[in-house]
């Protein structure tokens, strides 16, 4: 293919919005690990798991054989509102660095959740109203799942309430009063309002809650009553899947200008928008059609596949939620107030553990300092200041574009930008200040984790 | 022209930016008087405007006689990180208010300071760049002006002091952390740190400050140093100029589609962005190829055009400016703390108050509760979270559907979305919990301004 010259930002015709979501579970050659019911330790039903999801959410989650799964018209009218995403080529950040490499960034913030996580939000809010439910409850960590779920909420006019990790409620006021604009309940949580909540605050007094611990409390609120049911933003295969518009929009971008990208870089908190950007690539990869290098960034605070067990583990603190195999650091571990929000989770996505696991994508960890700096470069190099979250790949983008300087070697370099960093200027606060610190969990701490890994065979 | 189908969002390509300037100045059959020297009532000449603004946009302040400008390269390529900006068809806004009427909207906030004021500061900057200049001064009040100089300086290594109203500092404060992030000095005002601002605080003690005030003391520092200039958001003809783009590109991209607007409508502080919006269509009615209605949209908190005088009056409130023939409540007039901090202007753009005298255009005022009341409507319908200055323009587009839905007219209306709430929602919140009051200044208390026009012969 020619290259045709790249402009700043490639955007496609709403008309080339994906049609399909790509299926990267039906992609993979070995499946991940089902879903455990922790009383029986036998795979959990679609019957059981639609007691806490929407029925449709259940069918996708369960269903490893369609590598396309059609977008409801519905939803797509909905995307266009806000997609496709620019993908953006970092000519400034480049010529800042003096690299050889090509880097471009598939950038997912310009919508009010200010992410990416609009793209499923708005998938479940659908599939919840067209079940007929009058309700869903959720968590949020960072607060742009919270606030993506309350805009398609009252867009689809569902009551919503949303557990929000206590931490970020504090450090993020504002993002509380989005949330509430679109008419959503908001808690902070460990809260007194559900057993699972009262439980963590008596073991834990004073903790600033997980987003493990909200998920608790959620799950709770919504078994309580037939008309609700409970929302995930990451972490299962139907959020991946609806996160994959990210990657398919991307790869058409990127070929429409004959490039091809020699790594992909995402941050991983749950796993879902590394899961989606990486989808169709990495569907290729396995078929043997790439050679793509696929890099996984998180906090050095909350290393769940760099340190964490490939085990099954509780999703969530209070060990009510089904089992699920993944990397994780423990259901009762507790994270340092770090301030990516979104990436305090003590486990991951099966679907990226499994493919981490098979050695088909890596992951570096990194500490929160060198993400600010370099949070702080890209927004005085490529204009747009970044959500913390988004940080960690920038951190790792321009790691690697660093290494191609050194090498003299141009390879293109392609990075999801999740989102912007807007409400999080506390933390940009501390940078500024100089007195932002880097916490990393001690070998002690990681013990006490794993602690809380139930103690069932693990032999799958 | 035949009609294509409309998509939700119409993106120009990116050589499809402009690449010449609308001067509406030139444009205008009636030129609004002079800028005068308060000393001798004299015009002010370029030599002397250049000791406080740039030699270039000196320049084209007083250029009335080309209707096009061209726009530098280097403009251009950084217009090309955030440029084009959407038009968006309203079709979900239309359909909620169950209108006959077409509503469009130029959004201006998908970049990180939010509004269109990036669009002349980026242009600003690089005219004291290439002039030779260290430093510039400015003022802010919502603070998008100041975030949107602070991308700018950081991108040609300027050093940038920002005054910043201290009510929208204080209602703000996260605002001020985008700034420092991007290596600016910011500066509540009035401030001890300059003659005028020590001056108002004796005035006024416990005041919240006002653009007015905070202009007084940008520029006293800027001309405290040879090396350093004062740089204006909005009023003046050579912002109103770089704001143009808007307009332009509007009228592109509704040309494409065979759309051509009945109304046009823009909120008015200083007046830039609505005179960067209305400017080519404006200069085709004057030449009478239209027949298009433009409205202004104003706070009935800070009512220049609906209820002040025609007259010349300081631009700033300490009477350190050149005098600008404008509608004005007159110098003194301190505006109630408005959470529109960036409407909070005595004054109004010498071409839009030329416009608004000669009849070319209508002015409406409205009230705070009524602008947050269609903010939240269009953040619940069309997803994004407005700016409250931005939401004037809203409830105007808003008031004039619902009007085509009592007369069953089918008319196309354009507004300008000037920009993104996210730093506002001390605002919002206020609204959400149903405390906000709405202020109207008293006969009285506009008496008291109009007192604090110049007592200069006043016969242009």
């Known amino acids: 293919m020619t290259k045709k010259p790249v402009p700043y930002k490639i955007y496609l015709s709403e008309e080339e919005i994906p049609k399909q979501w790509y299926n990267l579970n039906a992609a993979m050659k070995v499946k991940h690990a089902p879903f455990l019911n922790p009383a029986t330790l036998q795979p959990c039903s679609a019957a059981e798991l639609s007691q806490v999801f929407c029925a449709e959410c259940v069918e996708q989650e369960l269903n490893d054989k369609d590598l396309y799964i059609d977008i409801p018209e519905d939803i797509r009218a909905f995307y266009k509102m806000y997609r496709p995403s620019p993908l953006v080529r970092a000519y400034v950040l480049e010529k800042a660095l003096d690299t050889p490499a090509e880097i471009y960034y598939k950038f997912e913030g310009n919508n009010t959740s200010g992410s990416h996580k609009l793209n499923s939000a708005v998938a479940q809010a659908y599939y919840a109203k067209k079940q007929g439910l009058k309700s869903v409850t959720t968590e949020t960590g960072a607060g742009q799942w919270g606030t993506a779920l309350s805009m398609a909420c009252a867009f689809y006019g569902l009551d919503l309430r949303v557990y929000m990790v206590k931490v970020s409620s504090e450090q993020k006021p504002y993002r509380k009063e989005v949330m509430r604009t679109y008419g959503a309940t908001v808690i902070p949580s460990p809260s007194d309002s559900t057993e699972a909540g009262r439980k963590i605050l008596k073991e834990f007094p004073g903790t600033g809650g997980s987003l493990g611990c909200a998920i608790s409390e959620a799950v709770e609120c919504a078994v309580s009553s037939p008309s609700c049911r409970y929302v995930l933003g990451s972490v299962l295969d139907h959020v991946v899947l609806h996160q994959s518009v990210i990657g398919l929009e991307s790869k058409v971008a990127?070929?429409?200008?004959?490039?091809?990208?020699?790594?992909?870089?995402?941050?991983?908190?749950?796993?879902?928008?590394?899961?989606?950007?990486?989808?169709?690539?990495?569907?290729?990869?396995?078929?043997?059609?790439?050679?793509?290098?696929?890099?996984?960034?998180?906090?050095?605070?909350?290393?769940?596949?760099?340190?964490?067990?490939?085990?099954?583990?509780?999703?969530?603190?209070?060990?009510?939620?089904?089992?699920?195999?993944?990397y994780t650091l423990g259901c009762g571990f507790m994270p340092s107030a770090s301030h990516a929000g979104g990436l305090r989770y003590h486990g991951m996505s099966p679907i990226v553990s499994a493919l981490y696991h098979e050695g088909l994508m890596r992951a570096v960890a990194v500490e929160q300092t060198k993400v600010f700096e370099a949070a702080e470069f890209f927004a005085r190099t490529e204009g747009i200041l970044p959500a913390p979250e988004s940080s960690h790949a920038i951190r790792a983008a321009i790691d690697e574009a660093l290494k191609c300087k050194e090498t003299g070697e141009k390879k293109t370099i392609l990075f999801g930008l999740t989102g912007t960093g807007y409400f999080d200027m506390a933390a940009y606060k501390q940078y500024n200040d100089g007195t932002m610190t880097d916490t990393v969990p001690t070998d002690e701490e990681l013990a006490k984790g794993f602690a809380s890994i139930p103690a069932i065979p693990q032999n799958n």
Not at 263 to 281: E, K, M, Q, R, T
Not at 289 to 318: H, M, Q, W
């Open 254 to 326: 990127m070929e429409k200008y004959g490039v091809q990208p020699d790594i992909v870089i995402g941050c991983v908190g749950g796993g879902s928008n590394f899961g989606g950007l990486i989808a169709p690539f990495m569907g290729e990869k396995i078929q043997g059609k790439n050679n793509i290098e696929f890099i996984g960034v998180e906090p050095a605070s909350c290393p769940s596949l760099t340190r964490g067990k490939y085990v099954y583990d509780f999703c969530d603190s209070a060990k009510i939620t089904p089992l699920a195999k993944m």
